[in-house]
C-alpha cells in the first residue's frame, strides 16, 4: 500500500467523520428548529451546516498536511487549532477595524459565514473556496509525505 494511499484514506476518514457530525447538525436543528419557534428554510439550514462542515474540513486537512510535514500529531493538532483561533478571532476583529479588513481574506471563517447561508443559501464562489483550500492542502501532504522518511 502507498503513503499517497494511506494519506487519501486518513483524509476520507476525517471527512466522512466531519459530513456525519455536520449533517447530525442540519437533522438536529431541522427536527427540533419548528419546536424552538425558528423559522429557517431547509435549504439555508443545509447551506449553512455545510459551510460550518467545509470550515472544519479545511482546518481538518491542515492537520493532516502539518502531520504529513512533520511526523508529529501533536504539531499538527496544534497548528490547526492555532489557526482556527487565529482565524475566527481575525475575522471577527477584522469585522470591526477597517484596517485590517484584508486579514478575512485568510480566516476559513470568512468564506463560511460571510455569505450568510442561513439568510442566502450557498454562494458558489466562497464554496468552491472552502473545497479548494482542503483540496490543495491534501496535495501538499501527498507530495510532502511520499518524500519525508518515516524512520520505520
Not at 483524509?11 to 427540533?32: E, S, T
Not at 502531520?67 to 487549532?81: F, K, N, P
Request: aromatic share 12%; no cysteine.
Amino acid at each position: 500500500m502507498s503513503r499517497t494511499r494511506v494519506l487519501v484514506q486518513r483524509f476520507a476518514g476525517m471527512a466522512a467523520f466531519v459530513a456525519a457530525l455536520g449533517l447530525a447538525v442540519f437533522l438536529i436543528l431541522l427536527v427540533f428548529g419548528p419546536l424552538l419557534e425558528i423559522e429557517i428554510a431547509a435549504a439555508n439550514l443545509f447551506a449553512a451546516a455545510a459551510m460550518v462542515t467545509l470550515i472544519a474540513l479545511s482546518y481538518g486537512s491542515l492537520a493532516l498536511a502539518v502531520g504529513a510535514l512533520t511526523g508529529r500529531r501533536s504539531i499538527a493538532l496544534a497548528t490547526a487549532a492555532l489557526f482556527a483561533v487565529i482565524g475566527y478571532i481575525g475575522n471577527t476583529f477584522a469585522m470591526q477595524v477597517e484596517e485590517l479588513e484584508w486579514l478575512r481574506f485568510l480566516s476559513a471563517f470568512y468564506y463560511g459565514l460571510d455569505p450568510n447561508p442561513l439568510v442566502n443559501g450557498f454562494d458558489a464562489g466562497f464554496t468552491a473556496v472552502l473545497v479548494a483550500v482542503p483540496a490543495a492542502l491534501v496535495s501538499i501532504a501527498a507530495g510532502t509525505f511520499t518524500r519525508r522518511d518515516v524512520s520505520v
